[in-house]
């Protein structure tokens, strides 16, 4: 694989400090990252290329080679050199344990960062389009007052006297087998290796602070209501180095009282008239992005459909939509005049049908109550 100069990459110069390269990676992989660019290979080659370029410069015996050859190759280790800076006490953990899970050297001060929800609201007009869009995600992000190192001032912590920074504390104990060496994490430091004596004022020393980030995500045309998208990377910032938490975005389609949505399809409905039912007519109904024109064929009875195809929700990974499906409703005057009454014995006289005796008024009164 051909290597481009990681300092390019990054954008960092040759004296970036170890804190600027992190940041401008931190950066960069944001801006790059697959998730937030789905099916773009060419932001994908970047973030790997970004990836590789970090892996290098945040290594400081990686970097120091860089800077001398201008390339970094495996070089063979010295096997009595650095690694887990082993030797026989490494043997006796082996065979007798160590106090606290076998853990020998300091333990790493880097902490995750804390996964984030943020739950948005999109409207069913935002389901056919899908969107981008930026959102404020409260998270914790790395202090600056301290630059992330929880000490005030930026200052690096000082190194725990009581286990010289190795993070354990080594006792020797005699048994029958003899002496055996047993280690335990340092109670002085918890383990960390180093103590912060002057802890960072705004961050009071953990290393970064709640902060409100802006991230801008893709939401596909077609979710529903719970569906999750997951970010990784764009949660809490880690602490002193560690890998960055993930961000999960729960999605809630909002209501639209004049839809009801079964998967990809729409169901409505619209008032019609008797005369409309009777004699047929042109209707319009409200879809989610457009009014349809439909027919309303003469003699509709309450409660039959009609389609119209493709003015529903699309599938998730891209296809035809779904219908809208609107069924009619037959408006009954709640009242009508007497003019409209007397008109309306005479349709059902004319067809034959059962007239109902009038109600209400003095001779409808008078009879109705003699009966
Ligand atoms: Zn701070
Ligand atoms: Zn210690």
Redesign the pocket.
Known sequence: MSQRDPYEVLGVSRSATADEIKSAYRRLARRYHPDVNPNDPEAEEKFKEIGNAYSILSDAEKRAQFDRFGTVGDIPQDPFFGGAGGGISDLFDMFFGAASGGSRGPRSAAREGEDVRVDIELSLAEVITGFERGIDVARSEECDSCAGTGAEGGAAPDR?S??NGA?VVTQIKSTFIGQVRTSAP?P??RGE?FLIKNPCSKCRGVGVKPATGKVNIKVPAGVETGMTMHIPGQGSDGIRGGRPGDLYVVLHVADDDRFERQGQHLFTSIDLSFAQAVLGDEVEIDGVDAEHTVEVPAGTQPGDRVTVKGAGLPPLHGGRRGDLICSFNLAVPKSVSETEAKLIREFAELRGERVPKPKGGFLGGLFGKKK
């Open positions: 725990c009581q286990c993070g340092c002085s430091c290796g």
